[in-house]
């Protein structure tokens, strides 16, 4: 009885280890052609500019509010501790390389993950269920250039607009933490706080908040394009595009660290 319990338990982490790997491969080919289309004409300009206005303008809202809550809280949790080793001139330094380099860019693509990843592959899951993907490729339009292309470039696009935003309103909520507790003038933090990043900081920060977008678009794309059919196949995209978007962000953010060490440090 044991070595069958055993056997299955081999026979299932073997099962889920390759269905693991077969969809790597699966979103690594779907991610090519993304990028065979995204330069062929004709570009669907109309329907990208209108995914960039929801991907961006609808997200600022939830954007705007945890940023500034993290920007509160992260600061009054540390200042206790900077106030009794006498160190509250670096809490401007601090909170700003901290939120720059890391906290801000990995907190909004979670938050966008949620968000959006989980809404495309709910969108082009329900279009895929209720076999509308399949009459625009019967009418001559190319679905993958309309619905897929346009969504991973708007998020591309659109994530690091809604990073740099979102740093800029957590570190002004630090901001009014340190001026009704430590009376400090906006002037001497902010100056402070431009003083503090260099551009090994911003630079890194930024690029890989490119990267964040296209893999929020992605997955969330993948996972709504080839939905099972029934409505159960669509919350199954959903919930699983926001769980695999949030592993491959981990992953991305951990690279991106390890390059940026490799380069600025050695």
């Known amino acids: 009885m044991a070595v069958n319990t055993e056997k299955n338990t081999e026979n299932t982490f073997i099962t889920t280890v390759r269905s693991f790997l077969i969809e790597i491969g699966e979103l690594s080919y779907f991610a090519r052609r993304f990028f065979n289309e995204v330069f062929r004409p004709p570009f669907e300009s109309k329907e990208f500019f209108k995914q960039c206005f929801n991907v961006g303008n609808r997200s600022l809202p939830l954007i705007a509010v945890t940023a ?28 700003s390389i901290s939120i720059v380099r890391e906290i801000g860019p990995i907190i909004t693509a979670l938050v966008c993950a949620g968000r959006i990843s989980s809404g495309i592959s709910a969108e082009i899951g329900s279009m895929r269920v209720s076999e509308q993907i399949d009459a625009m490729e019967v009418s001559g339009t190319n679905p993958f250039k309309y619905l897929v292309v346009t969504r991973i470039a708007a ?24 001026h009704f507790k430590g009376n400090v003038s906006f002037h001497l933090y902010f ?16 690029i890989k908040t490119f990267f964040f977008g296209f893999a929020i678009g992605l997955v969330g794309s993948f996972k709504g394009y080839f939905c099972k059919k029934g409505t159960a196949g669509v919350g199954i995209a959903a919930n699983s595009a926001v769980v695999f978007t949030s592993m491959l962000l981990f992953f991305i953010d ?4 390890f390059i940026s060490n490799i380069i600025y440090h050695e």
């Open 155 to 178: 998020t591309t696009l659109m994530l690091p607009l809604l990073v740099i935003v979102g740093d800029a309103i957590s570190i002004y909520a630090s901001y009014l933490v340190e």
């Open 191 to 206: 100056n402070e706080v431009f003083e503090a990043l260099k551009f090994r900081d911003i630079m890194p920060a930024t």
């Open 254 to 257: 951990f690279i991106a660290v």
């Open 68 to 95: 500034f809550i993290i920007g509160l809280v992260f600061t009054l949790q540390s200042r206790p501790t900077l106030e009794e080793f006498g160190a509250l001139s670096w809490m401007s330094s601090m909170v």
